[in-house]
């Protein structure tokens, strides 16, 4: 096996000693470095010093079981909502596999460990986040050499036409402009506010957590480097979510005051938008009906209501959110609809 320089870190948690060595060995004999614990507690102190690229986990552990590790792991590290988390079980039943897959995990080896099978499963796992990711940052990177054109040739107005929230701020994180759409959602407090060129979130919470962004992004500036941020922004009155991100924009020479510096994207809120059910199968290897669930989630429903249109049971239906949380590389639904309408798959109805 092939291994890229940036070599992926696994975590192995395992109480029995000579299975974890083997899986350990196995692991590095393929190329990977490796990390080793025995129980779920030792692994949590791990994962708060390190960042693993997969964990492969056994369930039933003293102190700290499985499903323990994998609450806490999303709960104190959300930035690792993408990296899957391999369950190890000598659990074969059915029930169990889709119990198991309900509480997260992305995927599930039974043992005595067939390890051909573990190589190939890790593999295709760091090849699946590895592609997301290359969408996800192909993705941004258009977004901000097409945001950079138009500010260069101080076509702003053009931005107007864009059903997704653009603002452009200056190296301290004052607002330059808002496209319509931003505005939009600004007058009607929507998902943000804008009053004397600063720009807050509604929501006190979702706030702390876009002036963070910005900060650290205006310190990215300063420092000539680049920096993209994501977050979720909430809307009090429904619940509703859309996703933010903020980047750092090249600085154009000719212009030496006022020249954005950063952008923020905002996704389009769901109401009056569909959702490209073809795009969702191509850039995310989905089924016909995980996009069917997909793009009608997007309109908001929830998993009740979505059972109920489609004429299915909510188990089923949570089996497939399971599926689409793997494919996309999210953990919650929420993080699944802003990635979905983050893009340019929201477009307006007719």
């Given at each position: 096996?092939?291994?890229?320089?940036?070599?992926?870190?696994?975590?192995?948690?395992?109480?029995?000693?000579?299975?974890?060595?083997?899986?350990?060995?196995?692991?590095?004999?393929?190329?990977?470095?490796?990390?080793?614990?025995?129980?779920?507690?030792?692994?949590?102190?791990?994962?708060?010093?390190?960042?693993?690229?997969?964990?492969?986990?056994?369930?039933?552990?003293?102190?700290?079981?499985?499903?323990?590790?994998?609450?806490?792991?999303?709960?104190?590290?959300?930035?690792?909502?993408?990296?899957?988390?391999?369950?190890?079980?000598?659990?074969?039943?059915?029930?169990?596999?889709?119990?198991g897959k309900l509480q997260g995990a992305d995927d599930y080896l039974v043992k005595p460990?067939?390890?051909?099978?573990?190589?190939?499963?890790?593999?295709?796992?760091?090849?699946?986040?590895?592609?997301?990711?290359?969408?996800?940052?192909?993705?941004?990177?258009?977004?901000?050499?097409?945001?950079?054109?138009?500010?260069?040739?101080?076509?702003?107005?053009?931005?107007?036409?864009?059903?997704?929230?653009?603002?452009?701020?200056?190296?301290?994180?004052?607002?330059?402009?808002?496209?319509?759409?931003?505005?939009?959602?600004?007058?009607?407090?929507?998902?943000?506010?804008?009053?004397?060129?600063?720009?807050?979130?509604?929501?006190?919470?979702?706030?702390?957590?876009?002036?963070?962004?910005?900060?650290?992004?205006?310190?990215?500036?300063?420092?000539?480097?680049?920096?993209?941020?994501?977050?979720?922004?909430?809307?009090?009155?429904?619940?509703?979510?859309?996703?933010?991100?903020?980047?750092?924009?090249?600085?154009?020479?000719?212009?030496?005051?006022?020249?954005?510096?950063?952008?923020?994207?905002?996704?389009?809120?769901?109401?009056?938008?569909?959702?490209?059910?073809?795009?969702?199968?191509?850039?995310?290897?989905?089924?016909?009906?995980?996009?069917?669930?997909?793009?009608?989630?997007?309109?908001?429903?929830?998993?009740?209501?979505?059972?109920?249109?489609?004429?299915?049971?909510?188990?089923?239906?949570?089996?497939?959110?399971?599926?689409?949380?793997?494919?996309?590389?999210?953990?919650?639904?929420?993080?699944?609809?802003?990635?979905?309408?983050?893009?340019?798959?929201?477009?307006?109805?007719?």
């Open positions: 096996m092939s291994i890229k320089p940036a070599t992926p870190l696994i975590l192995v948690v395992e109480d029995e000693p000579a299975l974890r060595r083997d899986i350990v060995e196995e692991l590095q004999d393929a190329g990977y470095r490796t990390l080793a614990a025995a129980d779920g507690h030792e692994a949590q102190r791990m994962i708060a010093r390190v960042t693993p690229d997969l964990v492969l986990c056994d369930i039933t552990m003293p102190k700290l079981d499985g499903y323990g590790l994998l609450t806490a792991m999303r709960a104190d590290r959300p930035e690792l909502a993408t990296a899957p988390f391999v369950f190890l079980t000598a659990m074969s039943e059915p029930q169990e596999v889709i119990e460990v067939d390890y051909d099978l573990l190589l190939a499963t890790v593999a295709a796992r760091l090849r699946q986040v590895a592609r997301i990711r290359g969408q996800h940052n192909t993705e941004i990177d258009r977004m901000r050499e097409a945001l950079e054109e138009l500010s260069d040739r101080g076509s702003q107005r053009a931005l107007d036409l864009i059903t997704q929230g653009i603002v452009l701020l200056d190296q301290h994180g004052d607002v330059v402009h808002l496209n319509r759409a931003a505005q939009d959602m600004a007058n009607n407090a929507e998902f943000i506010t804008w009053r004397h060129s600063a720009l807050h979130a509604s929501d006190p919470l979702c706030d702390k957590a876009l002036q963070q962004a910005i900060s650290d992004t205006t310190e990215a500036v300063t420092e000539g480097s680049e920096r993209v941020a994501g977050i979720i922004l909430h809307r009090s009155r429904d619940g509703r979510s859309i996703s933010a991100l903020v980047c750092t924009l090249a600085p154009d020479p000719a212009h030496t005051t006022n020249q954005p510096r950063i952008a923020l994207f905002l996704s389009p809120p769901t109401d009056g938008k569909k959702v490209s059910e073809p795009l969702l199968i191509e850039l995310f290897g989905l089924t016909p009906t995980e996009a069917r669930v997909a793009a009608i989630l997007a309109r908001g429903a929830r998993p009740s209501d979505v059972a109920d249109e489609l004429g299915v049971s909510q188990t089923t239906i949570s089996f497939h959110m399971r599926n689409l949380f793997q494919k996309t590389g999210t953990h919650r639904q929420a993080d699944l609809v802003a990635l979905i309408l983050v893009g340019p798959m929201a477009v307006k109805t007719p």
